[in-house]
Structure formats: C-alpha cells, structure tokens
C-alpha cells in the first residue's frame, strides 16, 4: 500500500498568520536543543503553558497534545539540521496550533511502516491525532505544524482553576537558589 499523500502546502504567510489572528489567541515560542532530551521536555511545555493560560485538558487532550508534540519534536530533532529546534504555540478557545521548525529543507516523507519497523509511523500518528497538519517552507528551512481541537470547558471550570491557584498560591514554597554559569 503506498504512502498516504501529504495535505496540500499553504503558503508561509497564511500558515505562520491563521493561528495567530483574533485577540482572544495566546501564543509562545520557545527554541530548544535539537537534542533527545527535548522529545521528552517539549510535550509537557505544551500541555503545561496550555494550562497556565486557562484552558481546559481532559486526559485524552492532553495525551493527544502530548503525542503530537513528541512525533514532531523527533522528526525536527533527528532529521533537522542545526542545534536548535523551535516549538510554537498558539491557542484560542476552541483550538490549539503546533509547530516545530527546524533548518532541514528536506521534507518529511509519511509512508507505511512494517509491525515490526521501530519507527516510520510518526507522521500517521499527527494525521491520526490532529484536526489538520502539514508542512512549509520557511526562509531557514522548513516547518511542521498541527492542529488539535479542545474539549468544552466544564461550567465550573474557571472557578475551580481559580481556587486550586489560591490554594496552591497560600501553601508555603521552599526556597530554591539557581545559579547560572557562564562559559
């Protein structure tokens, strides 16, 4: 069976402005080492700076955010050039917008993966996962993004939100010290 066709490529300036528009939108970027440990920490970025703005996650939201972050992340990491991977977010009430951008022009490939393959299923699992997804050119190299639909809001939602911060916000905190050093 062949590969399943890539959706069709916007051009950068409507994929880079769709998830921005509205004044209701949140958005972050944050650029991270095109490194292994980034896979790990860069799904639970999403899902945490999701949360700090407000938005609801029930359990499969957020596993869902969680596995596409990661599928992206990889592919940025291990097919990517350069040492940096960037990871955009962007969120309004009814969705959420990901993207990994990274300096490869090279595009990725979907294509079908044996039962016994131990990769190749990454981009399956995005077009499986997401409401929308594809690829562009970007003046560096190339970008991969999604789109996840999230789950309406419990009636109560904000109100509980605001009293677990209040009681979480009146418990003591330990001190914690950070040092920077400088090469």
Known sequence: MPAAPLPGRASDDQVRAA????????????LLPAEASSVRVAPE???????????????????????????????????????????TLAARHEEVFLETMDSSTVQPVSRDAAD???NGRGLFIVR???????????PHGKGVWATVGL?????DYHRRELL??????????PQIHVHQTVA
């Open 45 to 87: 970025l999403a899902v945490a700076q999701l949360r700090c703005w407000g938005f609801y996650l029930d359990g499969a939201t957020a596993q869902n955010l969680r596995q596409i972050v990661s599928e992206i992340t990889t592919n940025a990491v291990l097919y990517g050039e350069g040492q940096l991977v960037a990871l």
């Open 164 to 173: 677990m911060r209040l009681v979480r916000a009146s418990r003591p905190r």
């Open 19 to 30: 998830p921005l528009d509205g004044s209701d939108t949140h958005g972050t970027r944050w």
């Open 128 to 138: 499986t996962l997401a409401l929308a997804w594809g690829i562009h050119n970007t």
């Open 151 to 155: 789950p309406p809001q419990p009636r």
């Open 116 to 118: 016994e393959d131990e």
